[in-house]
DNA sequence: CTTGACCCTCCAGTGGTGGGAGGGTTTATA
DNA sequence: TATAAACCCTCCCACCACTGGAGGGTCAAG
């Protein structure tokens, strides 16, 4: 199977099968004309890492997945384990992103929008921040 | 003022304040001896994008805003839509890792966790994403 | 006169691709 | 048999917003 078959059937782009292959993620073989060669496995390894980055995972956890997934000797715990951390960075972010976004939400509302220049989203942004004032 | 008392008053790193200058954000002096010489405006200028950025900004909104911000013929209106259209895209964003979370907070659930290799994980990245499953 | 804290420029790397140059191979068709 | 289209290859650059480091100049204190 070459690499443009492969990107259909696995839903990942030719460019990034090739990157995969760069840092050692699949190792496909060669035909005699120096045109990639993959088997189903190489195939079933690209679905899995395209699902794995869909879900957010860094490329180091779905390395480590992929081992694990090849590994019959794991643990469900090694791969529970990948999965929480990922899910604690994903909350983290939501918990940032949440905050950033009720910050800008007040902005937007306070701001008139209108043809005039005075703007509170601007004075925010050139005055101190919040947590910096004194005591009230 | 030199760049480290600046980066220090502005909380900036040195390097940024660097950068900044590089991408045109800001145009400090020079002293005699090659050092950049940072006037008051340099300063309200990088707490400025500090905030911006901070509030999730890309460089081109915080170009933007800062132009904006010195400009006396200036809409609130234009500053607004902004600020609205970042919004929009923290939204999205949240919607997007919401759903990542959903998924692998039921993967994480599913998943014993023990020292068996069997794992709903494992299994759920190997197969067909749910959305193709035939109709049920 | 040396030490250490500054400051400078330039280069390279990050993550995960995407785009494109420049060139070889295969397949279908005229 | 010629040729055009559709593949495939490698290599390099660009993205974003920095960050780190090498290699070297400048300044203030003891």
């Not at 060669?37 to 690209?46: C, W, Y």
């Not at 992929?66 to 019959?72: A, C, G, I, M």
């Not at 972010?93 to 937007?108: F, S």
């Amino acid at each position: 199977m070459n690499i443009g078959a492969v990107s259909k059937a696995a839903g990942v782009p030719v460019k990034t099968i090739r990157y995969y292959e760069d840092v050692g993620l699949i190792r496909p073989l060669r035909s005699d004309n120096g045109y990639r060669s993959f088997r189903d496995s190489d195939v079933h390894k690209l679905r899995f890492l395209g699902r794995a980055r869909a879900l957010g995972f860094s490329m180091a956890d779905c390395r480590a997945l992929l081992q694990l997934y090849e590994d019959d000797a794991r643990t469900s715990a090694e791969v529970r384990e990948i999965a929480r951390n990922h899910l604690d960075e994903i909350d983290q972010k939501i918990t940032d992103l949440t905050a950033m976004r009720a910050t800008l939400a007040e902005l937007v509302q306070s701001c008139a929008g209108d043809t005039r220049p005075d703007c509170p989203i601007l004075v925010s942004l050139s005055q101190d921040a919040p947590e910096d004032r004194p005591t009230d």
